[in-house]
């Protein structure tokens, strides 16, 4: 092992070609780990299990740009929560009006429709849904008194296409129709052309009114889904959770569990290693024994077995890793030890009476950084891999959407076998992709420690 100073290094590492894309892919993982945390919200992260928290979410939804490859277009998903709002007040009667407005530009019906809303009311206000087609047909497909309440009370409430009053309502007022009716849906209908079961493009609004005799009734919170089957970058799995999400929050988590693992393992290995090799005979003897021990011992069915019995937290999981990834380092650093403690300066500082510690530290550590660098870059790999099995299997931290998890997921619903490529491809190749930059660094950090990899 050839000695370097940190500006030899850097040069050195600056001419490998591997080494500089290994930079450029860890740079745009850190760079997406810091957009994720700062601009996606903290509480999509802790509700990624929360069910409630993704029911506006279509499940099993394609990704939205599955329409540039496909000659029919499908139907994205819509979630409109910015309506227009108007209030008019005529006499003793106050009206509210919410008004959605969208283009319908696609080859199939949506699913469904759904509007959401809360209101702060006394009385009985008079509720009306409304849709304006691009023929300019209107339908009226709600009108409701909402429940009477003599003091000011709030009220949220969820109208779906599938009730059966709305699909009455749609029938009664769909005369002119040329075709028949009784097996389509109330959305089927209400997007369909009148002389061809068809879907009729173009723009659709949606009106919302509400009437009252108390200037203070209001809509406070309202929104209106259209059903769709495509959603997001990445689409949506099972429980409508948005994938795109749990994979770029995924990176930072990856990164974490990597470096961590890493650096500990490293760290600890360094230390011991040096220590045994440093002080030698029954010393060194018992410490090499205990690391044969440990090294001995495998590492995947106890971790298996400690996630079982113990925790499955990802932070246990942490500790577990590092306890079984310090062990070939502990030995490598060991040799290395015995090696550099021969030489002239190393007897020299004995001679004047230096300290044990002040040796290692001043001494022998230093010339091992370099191999400890490209030690703590190849090893990332394995960290992240390893969570990844582990998590695939179940015994990982399911409040965490690591990449694993996400994998574990798409295993226990079956999207391999019902083709769902897009929930089990990307988070494999994050995994990848992330092993391939530490891989790419630590192979030209190593070229660089072991000239004669290089040659």
Do not use: C
């Amino acid at each position: 092992m050839s000695s370097f100073t940190p500006n030899e290094i850097r040069q050195e590492f600056l001419k490998s070609k591997i080494g500089l894309a290994g930079i450029a892919i860890l740079t745009i993982l850190i760079i997406t780990s810091i957009v994720t945390i700062v601009l996606i919200p903290i509480d999509t992260f802790q509700e990624w299990n929360n069910p409630s928290n993704w029911i506006s979410n279509p499940k099993i939804a394609m990704p939205i740009w599955f329409n540039m490859l496909l000659i029919e277009k499908i139907p994205e998903h819509l979630i409109l929560e910015n309506p227009i709002v108007q209030t008019i007040s005529t006499g003793d009667t106050h009206l509210t009006s919410h008004v959605f407005e969208f283009i319908f530009e696609y080859d199939q019906f949506p699913n469904d429709f759904i509007y959401e809303f809360s209101s702060e009311y006394s009385g009985s206000p008079l509720l009306q849904i409304s849709v304006i087609r691009p023929d300019g047909i209107k339908f009226n497909l709600v009108s409701t008194s909402m429940p009477h309440s003599d003091l000011e009370k709030s009220h949220s409430q969820k109208i779906f296409s599938t009730d059966s009053s709305i699909k009455k309502n749609i029938t009664l007022q769909s005369e002119n129709f040329s075709f028949e009716l009784d097996r389509m849906s109330s959305e089927d209908i209400l997007f369909s052309k009148m002389d061809k079961n068809e879907p009729l493009k173009g723009n659709y609004i949606f009106v919302i009114d509400m009437y009252s005799t108390n200037t203070n009734n209001q809509i406070s919170e309202s929104k209106l889904i259209i059903g769709g089957k495509a959603f997001g970058i990445m689409g949506t799995d099972e429980l409508r959770r948005d994938l795109a999400i749990g994979l770029l929050w995924g990176t930072p988590l990856a990164l974490f569990i990597g470096l961590a693992v890493s650096i500990a393992s490293v760290v600890a290995g360094l230390l011991y290693g040096v220590y045994a090799g440093f002080k030698g005979r029954k010393t060194d003897e018992v410490m090499m024994r205990f690391n044969d021990v440990v090294y001995a011992l495998p590492a995947l069915p106890f971790l298996i077995i400690l996630s079982v019995t113990i925790s499955n937290s990802i932070f246990v999981m942490i500790g577990f890793l590092m306890i079984f990834g310090w062990v070939g380092i502990a030995k490598v650093t060991r040799s290395m030890s015995l090696q550099i403690k021969t030489k002239g300066y190393v007897d020299a500082a004995n001679m004047m009476g230096q300290k044990n510690s002040k040796i290692i530290l001043k001494h022998i550590l230093p010339q091992l950084l370099p191999y400890a660098f490209a030690s703590i870059a190849i090893s990332v790999p394995a960290a992240i891999t390893t969570e990844a099995g582990l998590s695939f299997l179940g015994l990982g931290d399911p409040t965490f959407p690591t990449w694993g998890q996400i994998l574990h997921d798409a295993n226990t619903f079956g999207a391999a076998a019902r083709g769902l490529w897009w929930w089990i491809v990307p988070p494999g190749i994050m995994i990848a992709i992330t092993g391939l930059a530490f891989v790419f660094i630590g192979n030209a950090l190593d070229a660089i420690v072991n000239p004669k990899l290089k040659r």
